[in-house]
């Protein structure tokens, strides 16, 4: 069974500080996506990574593809209230054509 | 304009009841998805349709069934709705297979 598994599973942080979420599996990935859910919303599409060690920015998140496709990072500079939310990773294993969500990060920003 | 819409946004129905939610899209994507998210946020793909056709179809009861009128919509019926049923069911499409735009969701509560 191909598996997502996103650490930590809960975040609570203050508004300022940085932190970093992690998406594993055994399996390499044609390509990844982060997205972001807030209550009572449906997730949004954050950033997409296709190529080994690539690397993207959106603001105060950075996203980090690994080098062998089979994990993924998202690091957040100085978060703020407004980035509480569920974090979730998903992907595309190669050779198939499901995809599948990882597990989730709650992460809580407190002012 | 909402990309990917869903009706009703909540709804409450007795055990044993057959209830239908619909959604649209208004993104011009050939591929549309049915996903549930249980207690825990875990989100599980139901359904895959492209062009009208359904091409996924994860381990689900046959008590759920999808139609696809058009590619611009994709309905879920579920017939004798069970306890386990609980959850929150959401609409997705996409162009590309593994970018994928979500609905609001629908929060469905079997009583």
């Known amino acids: 069974t191909q598996l997502l598994e996103q650490s930590p599973q809960f975040l609570s942080i203050q508004e300022g500080e940085n932190l970093t979420v992690y998406c594993n599996s055994s399996s390499v990935f044609s390509s990844l996506q982060w997205y972001r859910q807030e209550p009572g919303e449906g997730p949004v599409l954050l950033v997409t990574v296709v190529t080994g060690g690539e690397v993207k920015k959106l603001k105060r998140l950075t996203f980090q593809f690994g080098d062998a496709r089979k994990d993924s990072s998202l690091h957040i500079t100085a978060a703020q209230p407004g980035d509480t939310g569920l974090y979730l990773c998903a992907g595309m294993f190669s050779g198939t054509y499901k995809y599948i969500f990882g597990t989730g990060t709650r992460l809580k920003v407190l002012a | 304009d909402t990309a990917v819409s869903q009706t009703p946004k909540y709804l409450v129905t007795q055990m044993g009841n057959d209830k239908s939610i619909k959604c649209e899209q208004n993104l011009g994507h050939d591929t549309m998805y049915w996903y549930k998210q249980d207690s825990k946020k875990f989100l599980k793909i139901m359904f895959s349709?492209?062009?009208?056709?359904?091409?996924i179809n994860e381990t689900v009861p046959n008590r759920f069934s999808p139609k696809s009128p058009d590619k611009a919509h994709l309905n879920l019926h579920i017939n004798s709705l069970e306890l386990g049923d609980s959850a929150v069911y959401f609409c997705?499409?996409?162009?590309?297979?593994?970018?994928?735009?979500f609905g609001p969701g629908t929060r469905l509560t079997v009583t």
């Open positions: 349709y492209n062009n009208k056709e359904l091409i």
């Open positions: 997705a499409s996409s162009r590309i297979a593994y970018e994928q735009y």
